[in-house]
């Protein structure tokens, strides 16, 4: 499943990441990393961007930037 | 003097609190200005202490060190060419993993790293324990305990600093990051050839080279060339040669696999320092997010701190405003009666003191504004407006920081050009400084009122609406014109920290305010002066002309005639005579042309240059200006065109040179300035011409 199918108040685990050179090494620099588990704090008012939580940050992500990163696990 | 100096360099995630400490260690000495070539904030203070002069640099904020945005390849190069003495890593201790990642990366580029553990006690409350001391002897790295707005640990931090300068120049080799053995291999491989052939002229580590180079580092691969020329090209080739192995080997690109390490190294120490008991914690933040970006009244709330901000900054900043025009009322008057009449006095009064005064009128709404928006960034406050906003303005191709900016050239467009530079992308920052002038500033306001008000009474509001209206809908084009052709390429990715709030320091936001506003001064104030004498002399001079009346017999009422023929005649009418034919097809008589092209220096003069010339009699105030112009055959629909005509034409001096130093290129304001003329030019055509064949006057 992807990051961005996710729903509100969702969690999962990372499995991969796609995107090119800049965009994936930005994603690691923020500390979201295979495995990691992710939890969607909230979409934005107008359903774009979305806030995640990963290991206690809140960081947020465009609809577009979430669709290169799949999730398993999720519940 | 003649002490011993040091130059300390303080680098760490935003948000770590890294501000905060080198507010505390350089108190009030510090120093704000720009990085060469560049429009990211450098701040250095200067401070004696333990028999050192010490000289402090905050280093932009940066997650990594990877050459991405502008602020990496600063504190990258800076701490690669100007070699600090010491490099304190602030590392937020909430956040362990990730800011060991730029500290693995520190460690790399072998410098003195020293680790202040910042926040811990915030970090306590969440339950997190960080052995310090395992941490330090883990990566061989000195730790001292900070807590940035208590003020707690600084002078233990300068002190482990210079110490760790004292001790010697040996810098632990051991305890930095094993990559697994296929990249190890790699980078052995690479790390002969570079010390074989270019290694007596290389400045920087090998391995570090190395690394950086199986990494496709562009930056470091230009500065290679530039200082081994030839012999770089063998390391080159063999770098691509091992990355392709890389690649083949793992299917994944080197740097991506290098972070994973690094993150895996990371993880290892992270096990060893790092418990956290699961003690169920009320995260204040996240509440209070519940309420600021909630679906429904996130919106609303924001509107609502804009609105406040708007408020403050132009009703409160209208006493200062008016204390200081009296001022100015006062200084003039009284250098009136006091100086002999001559051209010096009157380049004093009508050019110096009348232009810059123009200008300082504004520092308070400048201090107010930027007081607002310190709040707004110290809070935390400010990424949360982004994110609200970030779905409108990608529609434009902007992101969601360009929205601060394009809402404070509704203030003033200089700072909002300076604004701009909380964006990361050169093309954001770019397309955001062009597309600001749309943003009607204040100081076009007083040209509408007298405008509006003059010819449209009670309709003067609806109609001042609908012209700020036009502009923003006049930037979404340009936005979406230029993102589609000029800036061509996606928008720099959202990915973008929403930091815990905290309450904001009134030290922190003095300083913050007072910095910027200082820069307004004195880079607005110097041009803002020459422009004025310019205008001034362009004005007044030349000053033997024939008058078609011999004023100087005849009574006070005729000297604003006098007046008004004096800059008929000067070199000021001259340039309005000669651009009329541009002028007339949209409805501008050449008084117009006059004022617009004075406007040139600040808005609102063009308010007074039209006083002179529609020759407003010395009753009082507006009131003359209103009915001057009505008897000069000014109609409602000339005085729409010309409405926006100011709305859309050329930024002013001050602008226009904010754009310059922002951009870092002539090329860019030039184009402004010719892009947002011929705009005006064409939408007051089509108002005044629209208008005539619809049959308005």
């Given at each position: 499943?992807?990051?961005?199918?996710?729903?509100?108040?969702?969690?999962?685990?990372?499995?991969?990441?796609?995107?090119?050179?800049?965009?994936?090494?930005?994603?690691?620099?923020?500390?979201?990393?295979?495995?990691?588990?992710?939890?969607?704090?909230?979409?934005?008012?107008?359903?774009d961007?979305?806030?995640?939580?990963?290991?206690?940050?809140?960081?947020?992500?465009?609809?577009?930037?979430?669709?290169?990163?799949?999730?398993?696990?999720?519940? | 003097?003649?002490?011993?100096?040091?130059?300390?360099?303080?680098?760490?995630?935003?948000?770590?609190?890294?501000?905060?400490?080198?507010?505390?260690?350089?108190?009030?000495?510090?120093?704000?200005?720009?990085?060469?070539?560049?429009?990211?904030?450098?701040?250095?203070?200067?401070?004696?202490?333990?028999?050192y002069?010490?000289?402090?640099?905050?280093?932009?904020?940066?997650?990594?060190?990877?050459?991405?945005?502008?602020?990496?390849?600063?504190a990258?190069?800076?701490?690669?060419?100007?070699?600090?003495?010491?490099?304190?890593?602030?590392?937020?201790?909430?956040?362990?993993?990730?800011?060991?990642?730029?500290?693995?990366?520190?460690?790399?580029?072998?410098?003195?790293?020293?680790?202040?553990?910042?926040?811990?006690?915030?970090?306590?409350?969440?339950?997190?324990k960080?052995?310090?001391?395992?941490?330090?002897?883990?990566?061989?790295?000195?730790?001292?305990?900070?807590?940035?707005?208590?003020?707690?640990?600084?002078?233990?931090?300068?002190?482990?600093?210079?110490?760790?300068?004292?001790?010697?120049?040996?810098?632990?080799?051991?305890?930095?990051?094993?990559?697994?053995?296929?990249?190890?291999?790699?980078?052995?491989?690479?790390?002969?050839?570079?010390?074989?052939?270019?290694?007596?002229?290389?400045?920087?580590?090998?391995?570090?080279?190395?690394?950086?180079?199986?990494?496709?580092?562009?930056?470091l691969?230009?500065?290679?060339?530039?200082?081994?020329?030839?012999?770089?090209?063998?390391?080159?080739?063999?770098?691509?040669?091992?990355?392709?192995?890389?690649?083949?080997?793992?299917?994944?690109?080197?740097?991506?696999?290098?972070?994973?390490?690094?993150?895996?190294?990371?993880?290892?120490?992270?096990?060893?320092?790092?418990?956290?008991?699961s003690?169920?914690?009320?995260?204040?933040?996240?509440?209070?997010?519940?309420?600021l970006?909630n679906?429904?009244?996130?919106?609303?709330?924001?509107f609502?701190?804009?609105?406040?901000?708007?408020?403050?900054?132009?009703?409160?900043?209208?006493?200062?405003?008016?204390?200081?025009?009296?001022?100015?009322?006062?200084?003039?008057?009284?250098?009136?009666?006091?100086?002999?009449?001559?051209?010096f006095?009157?380049?004093?009064?009508?050019?110096?003191?009348?232009?810059?005064?123009?200008?300082?009128?504004?520092?308070p709404n400048?201090?107010?504004?930027?007081?607002?928006?310190?709040?707004f960034?110290?809070?935390?406050?400010?990424?949360r407006?982004?994110f609200?906003?970030?779905?409108?303005?990608?529609?434009?191709?902007?992101?969601?920081?360009?929205?601060?900016?394009?809402?404070?050239?509704?203030?003033?467009?200089?700072?909002?050009?300076?604004?701009?530079?909380t964006?990361?992308?050169?093309?954001?920052?770019?397309l955001?400084?062009?597309?600001?002038?749309?943003?009607?500033?204040?100081?076009?306001?007083?040209?509408?009122?007298?405008?509006?008000?003059?010819?449209?009474?009670?309709?003067?509001?609806?109609?001042?609406?609908s012209?700020?209206?036009?502009?923003?809908?006049?930037?979404?084009?340009?936005?979406?014109?230029?993102?589609?052709?000029?800036?061509k390429?996606?928008?720099?990715?959202?990915?973008?920290?929403?930091?815990?709030?905290?309450?904001?320091?009134?030290?922190?936001?003095?300083?913050?305010?007072?910095?910027?506003?200082?820069?307004?001064?004195?880079?607005?104030?110097?041009?803002?002066?020459?422009?004025?004498?310019?205008?001034?002399?362009l004005?007044?001079?030349?000053?033997?002309?024939?008058?078609?009346?011999?004023?100087?017999?005849?009574?006070?009422?005729?000297?604003?005639?006098?007046?008004?023929?004096?800059?008929?005649?000067?070199?000021m009418?001259?340039?309005?005579?000669?651009?009329?034919?541009?002028?007339?097809?949209?409805?501008?008589?050449?008084?117009?042309?006059?004022?617009?092209?004075?406007?040139?220096?600040?808005k609102?003069?063009?308010?007074?240059?039209?006083?002179?010339?529609?020759?407003?009699?010395?009753?009082?105030?507006?009131?003359?200006?209103?009915?001057?112009?009505?008897?000069?055959?000014?109609?409602?629909?000339?005085?729409?065109?010309?409405?926006?005509?100011?709305?859309?034409?050329?930024?002013?001096?001050?602008?226009?040179?904010?754009?310059?130093?922002?951009?870092?290129?002539?090329?860019?304001?030039?184009?402004?300035?010719?892009?947002?003329?011929?705009?005006?030019?064409?939408?007051?055509?089509?108002?005044?011409?629209?208008?005539?064949?619809?049959?308005?006057?």
């Amino acid at each position: 499943m992807l990051l961005s199918e996710m729903k509100e108040g969702q969690t999962g685990n990372i499995k991969s990441i796609a995107g090119n050179g800049a965009l994936h090494r930005r994603i690691l620099e923020m500390g979201i990393l295979k495995g990691s588990e992710v939890h969607i704090e909230k979409y934005a008012p107008l359903k774009d961007p979305l806030e995640l939580i990963v290991k206690g940050c809140h960081i947020s992500l465009r609809v577009e930037e979430a669709s290169l990163i799949t999730v398993d696990n999720v519940k | 003097m003649g002490q011993k100096r040091l130059k300390i360099a303080l680098a760490g995630n935003p948000n770590s609190g890294k501000t905060t400490i080198f507010n505390n260690i350089t108190g009030t000495r510090q120093k704000v200005g720009n990085w060469p070539g560049v429009t990211v904030e450098k701040k250095e203070g200067t401070i004696n202490k333990y028999g050192y002069d010490l000289t402090i640099i905050d280093l932009p904020g940066t997650y990594s060190l990877t050459p991405f945005s502008i602020e990496e390849i600063i504190a990258r190069n800076f701490v690669l060419d100007e070699c600090p003495d010491v490099v304190i890593d602030i590392i937020d201790a909430s956040n362990l993993e990730r800011s060991l990642y730029l500290a693995t990366q520190l460690r790399e580029i072998d410098c003195k790293v020293l680790f202040a553990l910042n926040m811990a006690d915030l970090a306590k409350t969440r339950g997190i324990k960080i052995n310090a001391e395992k941490l330090s002897e883990l990566l061989n790295v000195p730790v001292v305990f900070t807590v940035g707005n208590k003020n707690e640990g600084t002078d233990e931090l300068l002190k482990a600093a210079v110490k760790l300068a004292e001790s010697g120049s040996e810098i632990p080799q051991e305890r930095k990051v094993r990559y697994n053995k296929d990249v190890e291999n790699s980078i052995s491989k690479l790390q002969s050839i570079i010390k074989k052939r270019i290694g007596k002229k290389l400045p920087y580590n090998i391995r570090w080279t190395a690394i950086k180079l199986i990494e496709d580092d562009k930056i470091l691969k230009k500065s290679i060339l530039k200082k081994a020329g030839d012999d770089a090209q063998d390391v080159l080739q063999e770098a691509l040669l091992q990355r392709s192995y890389i690649k083949d080997r793992f299917d994944e690109e080197p740097e991506i696999i290098t972070t994973d390490e690094r993150y895996g190294f990371i993880a290892g120490i992270i096990k060893e320092v790092y418990s956290t008991s699961s003690k169920h914690r009320i995260d204040i933040s996240r509440n209070i997010d519940l309420v600021l970006t909630n679906r429904f009244i996130g919106f609303p709330i924001f509107f609502l701190f804009i609105w406040a901000m708007f408020q403050l900054t132009f009703s409160l900043g209208a006493y200062p405003m008016e204390w200081i025009d009296m001022a100015i009322g006062l200084l003039s008057s009284g250098l009136d009666g006091f100086l002999p009449d001559s051209i010096f006095k009157d380049l004093l009064l009508n050019g110096i003191i009348a232009g810059v005064g123009s200008v300082i009128i504004f520092l308070p709404n400048i201090m107010i504004l930027f007081f607002c928006i310190a709040i707004f960034e110290d809070t935390g406050y400010m990424s949360r407006a982004a994110f609200l906003m970030d779905k409108i303005m990608h529609l434009i191709g902007l992101h969601g920081k360009s929205f601060i900016p394009m809402l404070m050239g509704f203030g003033c467009n200089v700072p909002a050009i300076m604004a701009a530079r909380t964006l990361e992308s050169e093309k954001d920052r770019i397309l955001t400084i062009l597309i600001t002038p749309f943003m009607s500033c204040s100081a076009k306001l007083p040209v509408y009122i007298v405008l509006a008000g003059t010819f449209f009474g009670v309709r003067a509001g609806s109609v001042i609406f609908s012209i700020y209206l036009v502009g923003i809908v006049l930037s979404i084009i340009t936005g979406r014109l230029f993102r589609s052709t000029l800036l061509k390429g996606a928008d720099a990715p959202f990915v973008m920290e929403l930091p815990p709030y905290r309450a904001p320091m009134i030290k922190s936001l003095l300083i913050h305010m007072w910095d910027r506003s200082k820069m307004f001064l004195k880079k607005m104030g110097g041009i803002i002066l020459i422009g004025s004498i310019v205008v001034w002399a362009l004005s007044a001079f030349p000053r033997n002309v024939q008058y078609s009346s011999d004023y100087s017999t005849e009574t006070n009422k005729v000297t604003v005639f006098h007046e008004a023929e004096k800059i008929e005649r000067s070199f000021m009418g001259s340039i309005g005579k000669t651009l009329e034919p541009l002028f007339s097809p949209i409805g501008i008589d050449w008084r117009g042309g006059v004022a617009l092209v004075t406007g040139f220096v600040a808005k609102e003069i063009v308010v007074s240059t039209m006083g002179v010339l529609y020759a407003a009699e010395d009753e009082k105030g507006s009131e003359a200006l209103k009915n001057a112009l009505l008897s000069s055959g000014m109609t409602p629909l000339s005085a729409l065109s010309m409405m926006v005509f100011v709305l859309l034409y050329l930024p002013c001096l001050a602008t226009v040179a904010a754009i310059k130093r922002e951009t870092g290129s002539f090329k860019w304001m030039f184009f402004s300035i010719a892009y947002n003329t011929s705009i005006a030019w064409f939408a007051a055509f089509c108002v005044y011409q629209g208008g005539k064949i619809l049959g308005f006057s």
